[in-house]
């Protein structure tokens, strides 16, 4: 598995914006796929949702319909990082962001999940 540390979460007012960033413990170019997911308050660990994902050696981006148009994704290779730019964010954006990653396809699902997690970080979102 491969070590991820999340940053950039925040309190800010809807409309606002986050960046949020996910450092690997190695060269993300050997990942299969990377990916944000999110914990909303009441929600167990396994009702994640997943948010936006990547496969980093390239290939196209997903991001859920609830955040389609909002949120995007990149990565610095040179850093071992993946980012989420969030903007107009609404306060069902809130919860805990985690970071994911996945070695081999199958052990990635850009909706439910992967092996390698962060321990998260909190956004809230207030109106």
């Known amino acids: 598995q491969v070590q991820l540390v999340e940053s950039g979460g925040g309190s800010v007012q809807a409309g606002g914006s986050l960046r949020l960033s996910c450092a690997a413990s190695?060269?993300?170019?050997?990942?299969?796929?990377m990916g944000w997911f999110r914990q909303a308050p009441g929600k167990e660990v396994g009702e994640r949702e997943g948010?936006?994902?990547?496969?980093?050696?390239?290939?196209?981006?997903y991001y859920a319909d609830s955040v389609k148009g909002r949120v995007t994704l990149s990565q610095d290779n040179a850093k071992n990082t993946l980012y989420l730019e969030m903007n107009d964010l609404k306060p069902e954006d809130t919860g805990i962001y985690f970071c994911?990653?996945?070695?081999?396809?199958?052990?990635?699902?850009?909706?439910?999940?992967?092996?390698?997690w962060g321990k998260g970080t909190l956004v809230n979102i207030s109106s």
């Open positions: 948010v936006a994902a990547i496969p980093p050696r390239g290939g196209s981006p």
């Open positions: 994911a990653a996945a070695r081999t396809p199958q052990l990635c699902d850009y909706e439910y999940g992967m092996d390698s």
């Open positions: 190695g060269s993300i170019g050997n990942l299969y796929c």
